[in-house]
């Protein structure tokens, strides 16, 4: 019985421990917000699921992923801001520099695909008009 | 010994050669930030002016050592890259989305500390930003994003 509890308790804190290492959160939590021009559609929502939201959130371990973007505070953000932090997702996919070769290099599958890209892009700019008429 | 110094001394000399091609320094700039947003007050034009129209602008001033290598590669090259990044002499060609991403960065950078970078604020000492002068370059960056918008 005492075994039992120490292989438990060991395989506890063994994947807690793993899930510490490796600190990607998958998981999203946007919540509504007071700008209703943003919106985000699921096949979007699943990109930044997979390949963004890890780093880019309010409780990331990345200092500059949350410093530089943080897909929760989006939907709160003024319009101007929000502006902005689109054109730099559309300018750093189009350049390929997001997710980061450092990350994708742990977690290959977090690469946008071509058609991917293509969609994040296409979001940024359909809010950007939305937004500004641009 | 000697002679390691005259090698020193060889290559310098050989290095001078070497074209640094300093992109070129325009004063009429139509496009420029400041010339066609008479309304941005002056602190700010005056930061903008001394601590990041040398890399972020056509009008690059060129002190005499820029022009000796390998100090002239550098400034080349930091200067074209910051120019390609954000030029304030082009600043009315860009849209008004990558204005505001433009702006957005701005933001962040002098925030954190990245802008100016310390290669060019340990000579230019006049150029480091105190964190009253980040504080107005920061709300001036947010005030204007928004301005763009109304």
Redesign the interface.
């Known amino acids: 019985m005492k075994n039992v509890i120490i292989i438990l308790a060991i395989t506890v804190i063994s994947f807690t421990a793993i899930s510490f290492t490796d600190g990607i959160v998958t998981k999203t939590n946007i919540p509504g917000g007071n700008n209703p021009a943003f919106s985000i559609p699921d096949n979007v929502q699943t990109i930044i699921d997979n390949s963004c939201y890890g780093c880019h959130n309010s409780d990331s371990k990345s200092t500059k992923g949350k ?2 973007l943080r897909f929760d505070k989006m939907p709160n953000m ?4 929000l ?6 997702i ?2 750093t996919i189009t350049k390929g520099k997001m997710p980061p070769k450092k990350i994708l290099a742990e977690h290959p599958e977090m690469a946008l695909t071509k058609e991917e890209a293509s969609i994040m892009t296409t979001w940024a700019n359909d809010v ?1 008009k939305e ?2 008429g ?1 | 010994m000697k002679k390691i110094l005259y090698v020193i001394i060889g290559v310098l000399v050989i290095i001078q050669f070497i074209p640094a091609n300093l992109p070129e320094v325009s004063s009429d700039n139509p496009n420029d930030l400041l010339l066609n947003n008479p309304d941005i007050k002056v602190d700010v034009k005056l930061i903008l002016k001394t601590s990041c129209y040398d890399c972020h602008s056509n009008e690059t001033y060129y002190p005499w050592y820029s022009y000796v290598a390998p100090i002239s590669f550098l400034v080349s090259r930091d200067t074209r890259e910051g120019r390609e990044e954000l030029n304030f002499s082009e600043w009315t060609t860009y849209k008004k989305s990558d204005m505001a991403g433009l702006l957005d960065d701005i933001s962040e950078e002098v925030s954190e500390g990245e802008m100016p970078m310390k290669i060019f604020t340990i000579i230019h000492r006049d150029a480091v930003l105190s964190d009253n002068e980040k504080e107005i370059v920061v709300s001036w960056a947010d005030d204007f994003t928004e301005s763009l918008f109304e």
Do not use: D, F, P, Q
Request: charge should be positive; proline fraction near 0%.
């Open positions: 410093m530089k003024k319009t101007g801001k502006v902005g932090k689109l054109s730099k559309r300018k950007i937004l500004s641009e």
